[in-house]
Every structure is written in C-alpha cells, then in structure tokens.
C-alpha cells in the first residue's frame, strides 16, 4: 500500500567549528572548539573561561552564551556540539550527558558504548547514531540524522518511542510522547550550524546515503516537501509559502505537528 508523507524543513546558520581527537582518560572530554562566550564550571562551582583543548573531568559543567559555540571530543571518538545558550554536563564518559538547557549534536560511532542524552523529564538512548537534542522547560526536540534512536520519559513506564533517520519529535517533555515526523535531512546538512563549514563528521557518508533514500522517496511520492517551518530553537511551527523545492527539515507525517510556544532563538532555525 502506497503512503505518502508530507516533509518538513529546517534551515540553519553556519557556524565554524574543530573537531579533533584526544588522549584523555575515557572519563574525560576534550573541548577542541571554542567559539566567544564558553564557559567551564567544575567541581568546585567556580567558572572560568574555556579554551581550546581544555581536559573536562566528568560533572564540569560547560557554558556557551549568545552566538557561542563549542565541541567536546571524548576518548571513544564521541562528538557533542553546543548550540549557544546551552548548559551541558556528562559523567561515566559519553553514558550519560545531561543537557540542562539549549540544543547540542551528537556523533556517536558504532565502536562506541551506548550513550544516554537526558533533559530533565526526557532523554534518548544512542549508539552508532548522530543525532540533534533540544532541550528547554516545556520544549523538547529530537532528530534523527542516521541510525537509529529512542526517545522516552523515564518515569513514565511505556513511554518510548524509536525515532529512525530523517524522523524527529517535538513537543512538550511534560507530556506524551508524540509520534516521530519526517524531515529533510539534505537541507539540515546544507543550513545547520552544527554541520556547515565544520570538519566533516565520521557519519558523513551515512548521513548523505539517508540523503539519497530520502530523494528516492520523494520520486516516488511517498515522500512530499511541505511549505511547514521551524524557525530558531523550540517547536514554533511556521508556513512559508511557496513550499520549498528540496526543504530540509522535519516533515510531517501525514498531519501536521501541533505548534507550541518557542523559547528565544536557539542554536537550530528549523524549518518544516
């Protein structure tokens, strides 16, 4: 049976980044890019700036203010990109990172071991996947770039739901989960701050092959670019019109996501 589904985009700014490996301990992160107003807060809750190769015990607590940037590397190859204004700590390696604020990109290779991303009331399960995490109270945004991951709220037994490449979820961490939609992951590589202009991702070639599945799809019209956005961080739904001709984005499965209040700008202008 033939299904179409409508597709979403998003469009980001580009943003310049490093990424690199390092020698730490596996309990240790290495920022290998700092972008203006990045701040590390450790064990003692003292602040002070961050610089380039910076070592990161687990529990330090990273910090990027407006226009800011960042990339941690972990000693299993493991990339996490801070979006600006977003607060980002981890213990036990990449087992658990914590966004207690703003958006971050994980790049997580197969070698690696399961990670979890958390934010407060919700978190994701990953491994062998890259995928883009949003947090903020009220606001929760998840996307699959390749592989396979799973979003649910840990004190709500059964709420889980897997999310594949080029599917995301947004909404309220207080609520439901929804069901994932579709968005066009050409135009997230081609406009994301965390991609554009950066040194390629090991998932490059994984991310492009979901690119071409999705442009099958759309020859055949089970796949349908949509005239629905996302502009900045949060869940605001926005209508542009006339649909963008090769939108990358999140794309609505057959209906439409519900818009919810946007907090300010954040690191991802989504387009639907």
């Given at each position: 049976?033939?299904?179409?589904?409508?597709?979403?985009?998003?469009?980001?700014?580009?943003?310049?980044?490093?990424?690199?490996?390092?020698?730490?301990?596996?309990?240790?992160?290495?920022?290998?890019?700092?972008?203006?107003?990045?701040?590390?807060?450790?064990?003692?809750?003292?602040?002070?700036?961050?610089?380039?190769?910076?070592?990161?015990?687990?529990?330090?607590?990273?910090?990027?203010?407006?226009?800011?940037?960042?990339?941690?590397?972990?000693?299993?190859?493991?990339?996490?990109?801070?979006?600006?204004?977003?607060?980002?700590?981890?213990?036990?390696?990449?087992?658990?990172?914590?966004?207690?604020?703003?958006?971050?990109l994980v790049q997580a290779p197969k070698?690696?071991?399961?990670a979890k991303i958390q934010g407060a009331?919700?978190?994701?399960?990953?491994?062998?996947?890259?995928?883009?995490?949003?947090?903020?109270?009220?606001?929760?945004?998840?996307?699959?770039?390749?592989?396979?991951?799973?979003?649910?709220?840990?004190?709500?037994?059964?709420?889980?739901?897997?999310?594949?490449?080029?599917?995301?979820?947004?909404?309220?961490?207080?609520?439901?989960?929804?069901?994932?939609?579709?968005?066009?992951?050409?135009?997230?590589?081609?406009?994301?701050?965390?991609?554009?202009?950066?040194?390629?991702?090991?998932?490059?070639?994984?991310?492009?092959?979901?690119?071409?599945?999705?442009?099958?799809?759309?020859?055949?019209?089970?796949?349908?670019?949509?005239?629905?956005?996302?502009?900045?961080?949060?869940?605001?739904?926005?209508?542009?019109?006339?649909?963008?001709?090769?939108?990358?984005?999140?794309?609505?499965?057959?209906?439409?996501?519900?818009?919810?209040?946007?907090?300010?700008?954040?690191?991802?202008?989504?387009?639907?």
């Amino acid at each position: 049976m033939n299904r179409n589904f409508q597709l979403l985009a998003l469009a980001i700014p580009a943003a310049l980044f490093a990424s690199g490996l390092n020698a730490a301990s596996p309990q240790e992160a290495r920022l290998t890019q700092v972008s203006k107003d990045v701040q590390v807060v450790d064990l003692d809750g003292v602040a002070r700036p961050a610089t380039a190769n910076d070592s990161l015990g687990e529990k330090a607590v990273v910090r990027t203010g407006a226009e800011s940037r960042a990339e941690l590397t972990f000693p299993d190859e493991t990339i996490v990109r801070l979006a600006a204004n977003t607060s980002f700590s981890f213990k036990d390696g990449t087992r658990n990172l914590n966004v207690s604020e703003g958006a971050v990109l994980v790049q997580a290779p197969k070698k690696a071991k399961r990670a979890k991303i958390q934010g407060a009331s919700v978190s994701a399960a990953i491994t062998g996947t890259t995928v883009m995490f949003e947090y903020h109270p009220g606001v929760c945004k998840f996307l699959v770039l390749q592989g396979t991951g799973r979003l649910y709220r840990p004190e709500h037994l059964g709420d889980s739901v897997l999310v594949g490449p080029g599917q995301m979820i947004i909404g309220n961490p207080s609520s439901a989960l929804s069901d994932p939609v579709d968005f066009d992951i050409a135009r997230f590589m081609k406009t994301s701050r965390f991609i554009v202009d950066l040194a390629p991702l090991a998932s490059e070639k994984l991310m492009a092959s979901e690119c071409e599945k999705q442009l099958r799809a759309k020859s055949k019209k089970n796949l349908i670019d949509t005239n629905l956005v996302i502009f900045g961080g949060g869940t605001l739904v926005s209508l542009t019109n006339p649909p963008a001709a090769n939108a990358a984005g999140p794309a609505a499965e057959s209906s439409t996501p519900t818009p919810t209040p946007s907090p300010s700008p954040q690191a991802t202008e989504s387009r639907l």
